[in-house]
T-cell receptor, first 113, second 111 residues
């Protein structure tokens, strides 16, 4: 099991550019999440999904979009990148249905300049 | 209502000492309280978790103490080791789907 994988590991974007952060899990988990981590701020939930075709907003969804067409994949789309989106992004997954442990990927460090 | 407050922001402990990190929550509907450990350059990983029907849970050197009436919970690391140096996050959720994280505590254990 590879667990949760994320690509790319690092990326530098110019203001106004767009990109997609990829996330894949091979644990057949129902629930998937996207967080951003800023220094001293903990992790903030951007979007989450409880199953293929179902997504919902978290605490900080503005400037991001997601889709969940398969159980395995949960890409995060950044449109019109802004410096405020400079952060480390983590994808996570959990089984759901009473199994609450979230498994995190290694993260993507994004810089917008 | 969704906030989880964590303290201290940073903590320095000598090897063999006890590390204590505290968290307070507001939402009484929370029913799952995990602690995550994060090493530099890695994603967080679950360390230990507790449900509100017990006041304490121990796993090896790590113990969660839970005070439902005060809406507080804490992580105690006994016999702290340099390998425990990491960032620790408390979190809380209702039903396990959406975690609300504290701000994190950077623990340094000096040899």
């Amino acid at each position: 099991n590879a667990g949760v994988t994320q690509t790319p590991k690092f990326r530098i974007l110019k203001i106004g550019q767009s990109m997609t952060l990829q996330c894949t899990q091979d644990m057949n988990h129902n629930y998937m999440y996207w967080y951003r981590q800023d220094p001293g701020m903990g992790l903030k939930l951007i979007y989450y999904s409880v199953g293929a075709g179902i997504t919902d907003k978290g605490e900080v969804p503005n400037g991001y979009n997601v889709s969940r067409s398969t159980t395995e994949d949960f890409p995060l789309r950044l449109e019109l990148a802004a410096p405020s989106q400079t952060s480390v992004y983590f994808c996570a997954s959990s089984q759901g249905q009473g199994a609450y442990e979230q498994y995190f990927g290694p993260g993507t460090r994004l810089t917008v300049t | 209502q969704q906030q989880v407050k964590q303290s201290p922001q940073s903590l320095i402990v000598q090897k063999g000492g006890i590390s204590i990190i505290n968290c307070a929550y507001e939402n009484t509907a929370f029913d799952y309280f995990p602690w995550y450990q994060q090493f530099p350059g890695k994603g967080p990983a679950l360390l230990i978790a507790i449900r509100p029907d017990v006041s304490e849970k121990k796993e090896g050197r790590f113990t969660i103490s839970f005070n439902k009436s005060a809406k507080q919970f804490s992580l105690h690391i006994m016999d702290s080791q340099p390998g425990d140096s990491a960032t620790y996050f408390c979190a809380a959720s209702r039903g396990g789907s959406r975690l609300t994280f504290g701000e994190g505590t950077q623990l340094t254990v000096n040899p």
